[in-house]
Structures are given as structure tokens and as C-alpha cells.
């Protein structure tokens, strides 16, 4: 039977299901690395997360839009793994749900499902347990890597927590407790494999750098924005740490630590939240990078990541309209 | 160097499956129908009446009008009909249809493969054959060719581009006549060159292409003022204002034409149908057609006689098979689709496209990503997206700052959209919708 059609008559083999399959595929290696790290309770949450985000999707799109459900995409399980990642191991799963549905629920399918939402789910997820439930957000288990059903009791500081403390903002109580003091500082070996405490997916920087590697053979995303989001940190920090503004962290432990490379490979870079045109990216992502360097330093969280990129979204649709491209044949001879 | 435009455009799988095989005669099918209107502008004239015989080259329909035509018999025979048949676009057209009888050529033809190469002196004898002969731009819109090779009142030529860029996948049919006619293109350009009154022309080729680039090359040194030049094998780079500014570095501006900065591209299929037109005196009747496809048993590059029916030329490669879902007239993503097998090549026919339901299938159309692919690959430096979000809710108060008259339709936004959005058809509603606004004031 031969068929009528508009042109083209012929398409590119990428549709939105093989793209967020590549990012997922991306995912892949922080997932080994978390199961590693965390072992068992880096399981449980990051399948509660990820059944919790499709779920609320499938419920949403089924019950009270009554259209197709939209799972299909993929997007919802990408959302699953991101909100996971951004939590510690250690998290109670009944926390991971009322994350999910912020997500989900009111960041995505409010706005309109994919596509409409002006603010990264999984980060304003995050965002929201941790206002909500600052003790257990906070609360990162000590790494116990290759030991897969080790207790997560003992648990630990991260690198930029210590600091925070050190400042001398908490009491002499406290640092003991926790263990801040500067002797329990990472090493740059340890933080680049991930043998340090954090939320799941942000503590491996090698498995982060692969997944990144892969997207940009993939064609998923460009070099953009996690370049000029990394650089803008790495060079305001070197700033500080030249006029000993940070005297303990210097510019490659704040590449490595935190959720920085979690959110300039995966976060900053959803194509739904960020700007569209290459010289809006990179606006986007010196503005991120700003907001990072910025929050870590002077403000009393330890860590900036996910408030530079939600404040960063708000901005795309202004940055969206500044960065229109030339149109050929105007504005020039 | 290797030239290419600077913004937008796309690296597409090339399926060249026939740019090895040489240009052979279709042969003549038992009818012709001729469409009356094979150009842009007004249908021609017919002047001839059912009954009268006619020969290969006979006018049968003459220009009306400056932005029209003549349209000539390809083939000698007996007008059996003359009347609407569905047209290419669906749509009813005048078409006169010949029950072909021998093979005789209207007196005057040069037929002989003898390569010319004494340029007429006269220009005014020159234009007057290229307006006789009815050549028009065989690469696109069919725009005809003495419009385009006179320069207006107060513009100046520069350039002539050739344009051999031939970038739509599966197509074939200029890189053979490169390959075959590389001499008569030249002198074609010389031809063209006079009337414009410049000295120089620059054949422009793709880097996909390295036999005609290698032919033409060689040639060319025997020509002075006529150059070589590789491009990029990107799409669209055979568009017309992503080829002038590859070469020249110029853009056209918005609404002009090309011969305000100086430009005139012409395609090497109307470059050959000029050395025909002035050198042999023979009407643009016949051109080269590739028939390929993923679903084609074979591919072939067809000299094919303008009216023969499509049917005519696929069973000549082995037929339709089970797999073939969509026949196309021209390239995949600019070219028409037809179920009608009947369907005359044309003057503009540069292929005709068996594809598979794999490599047509329309995949549903899902909510938009906002990847910015459409804005990274449209050479035109549009917002596609945006320009179909708002014709969707029927919005088109932004037609204007959007800039959607300035849609070349090259396909690449909606062929590469992950969501399946059918942003060309949008573009071509927004288009239109422009257009009604700037008549209306
Ligand atoms: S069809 Fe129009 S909007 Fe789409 S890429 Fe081509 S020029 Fe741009
Ligand atoms: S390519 Fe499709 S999905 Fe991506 S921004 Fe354009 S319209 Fe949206």
C-alpha cells in the first residue's frame, strides 16, 4: 500500500525515547559506582525513587488528566535516578516518596508534563526534602565499598560540611560528634573514585566524567555547559583561594565535591530546563557557575549546586529570549 | 578549501546507490502526458489541437507571459487527449497526452553528440533560443532561465555559481551529468556568462563527488574565467542562499534576490539545457532522472523524455516490491509524494524514490523537548519550534519578528525533531499566513 505524506519524507533515527534512553544509558556507570560505594541502601533508594517518580507519572497521566500515560519517554525514570542520586543513602524511603511527588506531581505534571516545566523535578525534589527534613538529609552514611550488605551506621561529613562547620558557625560539640575537623578531609583519589560520604550519585566524579563522555558521543548534549559551568567554579574558586578567601578547599576539591559534577553533567544540562540555543547555554552556565561559588562560600548551606540551577531556570525563558539566533539575510552585509 | 555555510544543516545518511552507474535512455513508453505548467509563473498556451502528429521538439504549448514557459512534445506521435489529469500535487492539471509513434525530431535539432563550442555572437539570439527552447531551473521551483540571466535595470553581475551540489540522499542525476556532460556545462556557463556580461562562473560540487570534481577540474583549465569549487557535502548546501554565502561569504538579504548582491546560481541541469538550447537548438524536452530507493532492486540514472509516466521508469528497474511504502518525486526531503503511478516526469524531475516504510514512517507526534535541535540545524537561523507552537493555536501575530517568510522549506528542523513535530508543515502555514499578511497591506 502506498502511502501519502507531508515533506520530509525521511527521518533521523534519534527520537525522544533513544535520547533519554542514551542518558540513562549515561546514568549507568554512578549507578555501579553507588551500589558500590553505599551497597544495599543505595538500592532500595534508588528504586523506590525511580518506581515512586513513574508511578505518580503513570497515576497522573491515567486519573486525573486521563491522557495516555507519557511513561513511555523514559523522562520519569531519568527524574527517578536523579532524585535518588541527590539523596543520601541512608534516607528513610517513606521521605522518598513525598519527594517523588514533588517532582513529579506539582514540578512536572502541573506545569504540563514534559516539556512545560520550568524547574528541574528531581532538583526541586531534592530541594524540597531537604528544607523538610534537614537531619536526614544531612546525614550521609560512610562509604563501605565492595562490602554490598554493610549497616550504614556510622556516618559522615562531606568535604564541603566540614568546612561549613569549621568556620566556625557550630560547636566544639558538634565537630566532635560529626567528626568535622580538617584531619577527615578527602583526598583528591578518594573523592574522584567516590570513596567518600554523599548523596548517592554525586560522590564517584569517574563515573559522572563517563557518563558525560558517552552523552557527548551520543550526541545527547554538547560540551557547553558542562564546560563553561565547571570552568566558571574552577576559576572563581582559584580566585578565593589565591586571596585566602577558602583556605581549605582548594579549586580541584570543589570540582570534585559536592553535587557539582552531578548537576553541571546531568542537571544543567535537561534540555526541558535550560536555555536552547548554544550562546544561551553558555549564559546558563557561568550563571550557574556564579551561583555556585557564590552559595558555597558565603551562605550558610554547604552546598549550592541545586539552588544555582533552580534559580538558573527561572531565568531561561529571559535568557531564551536574548539569544536568538541571526536570522539569515538581517543585520548584516 | 572546502566551503560550506556557516549556520544550521545536517550530515544525513547519503544512499548515493547509483552515482557509479552511467545515464542511460529510459526508452520511449507507448504514452506521454505533458503537463502544461512544468514552471513557476503562468501555464503556457496550448496550440495545438487532438489529432495533429506531432514530433520530438514540436512546440505544443507557448509562453504567456514574460514569468511563463513554452512547453514542446518530447516525443513524435499523435495527440490522442488534451485535458485535466491529476497533477504531482493532487491537485487537477492540463496535461496533453501523445500516443508515442517512431522517434523523429522536430526540424533544426541538432541530435549528433558532437560538442560545440562556438558561442553565438548575438545575445539577443541567444536569450531568444534559451526563451524558445523553455528552459527553466531544473534543481527547484523551475523559475525560468531568461528571467534569471537577465540582470535588472541598475543591478551588476559578479558571480555566476553552478550549482552541482546535489544534496539530497539517493539523488544522482547532476553528478552524472558532470561526470558525462562536463563540457557542455562549461560551455553552457560561457554561455550564461555572456548574457550577464561577466567572464568568470565558479561550478560549485560537493566533496561527495570526487569523480565529477576530478572531470571538472581537469576541464576547466582549458576555460579560462570558469573555476572549481568543493563544498562541504552538508545539508542543505544546494540550496540557493546557502550556496552563495559558502562562496562568496555574502548573504541574501531578507526578501531580496540573489542578483542584488551580485549572485546567480543556476543549476548544472539548466546550465546543460542552455548549451542545448543555443547549441543544438534543441527545446528542454528530456532530462536526466535517478530512480533509486531502499526498497529498488536496482538503481538507474534515466535520460527520461519529459511525460513519461512513472510506471514507465520503475519497471524498468524491476517494479515496486512488497517493502515500498512511498514514491517520491525528487529528493526525501523536499520532494513530493505520490500514489498515482501515472504521474508524468516533469521538467523539474530530478528523481523518482521508492523508500521503505522503515525510512518514511511518521512516528507519533510527541510533546516538545525543547532540545534545540531545529534551532541548530536550520540554515536559516529560525525558530521552528516556536514558529509551530504558535501556528498550532493558530497564533500568527508573530509571523513577521518570527521571520517565517524566510523558511527556505529544507526539511532539516522536522527531520530532525526527537518529538516527530511536523515543523515544516507548520512553516509552510506560517509562510503562507505571512504572505496573505503582506498583501493584505
Ligand atoms: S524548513 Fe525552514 S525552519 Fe525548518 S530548518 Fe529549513 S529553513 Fe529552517
Ligand atoms: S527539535 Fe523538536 S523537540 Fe527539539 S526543540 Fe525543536 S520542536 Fe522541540
Redesign the interface.
Known sequence: ????????????P???R??MGNVIIALIPAILAALLIFGFSALKVLLTSIAACVACEYLICRYLLKIPP?TG?Y?AVITGILLGFNLPASIPLWMILIGAFVAIGITKMAYG????NLFNPALVGRVFLFVSFPQQMTTWPLPHPGDFFAPDVQTGATALGILKHLDGNSSSEALTKYSYSIDNMPNYLDMFLGNVGGSLGEVSAVALILGLFYMLYKKVITWHIPFYYLSTVFILTSIMWFYKETPDLDPVAHLLSGGLLLGAIFMATD??T?????KGKILFAIGCGILTVIIRIFSAYPEGVSFAILIMNAFVPLIDRWC???????G?? | MTKTFPIGGLHPQKHKLASELAIIDAGLPEYVSIPVKQHSGAPAKIVVAKGEKVKAGTLLAAADGIVSAPIHSSVSGEIVNIGLQEGLFGYDEEQITIKVEGNEYAQGIDTSDKIITEIPDDTEEIMQRIRNAGVVGMGGAGYPTPIKTTVPEGKKAEYLIVNGIECEPYLCADDRLMQEKAEEIIIGAKIINKLLGIQKAIIAIDENKPQAIEIMSRLTKRYIGVNVRTCKSKYPQGSEKQLITAITGREVPAAKRPIDIGCIVQNVGTVFAVYEAVMKKKPLFERIVTVSGDTAEKSANFRVRVGTPAEFLINKIGGMTDKTAEIIFGGPFMGTATVNLNTPVTKLTSGILLLSKKSTAKEPETACIRCGKCVDVCPQGLLPFEIARRARNNDFSQLMQLHARDCIECGSCAYTCPARIPLLDYCKISKAEAKKILKKQ
Open positions: 500500500m502506498l502511502k501519502i505524506s507531508s515533506a520530509p519524507h525521511i527521518f533521523s534519534v527520537n525522544t533513544t535520547l507519557t519517554d523522562s508534563g514534559l516539556g512545560k534540555y526541558v535550560t536555555p536552547m540555543t548554544t536568538i539566533p541571526r536570522v539569515y539575510g538581517t548584516r552585509k
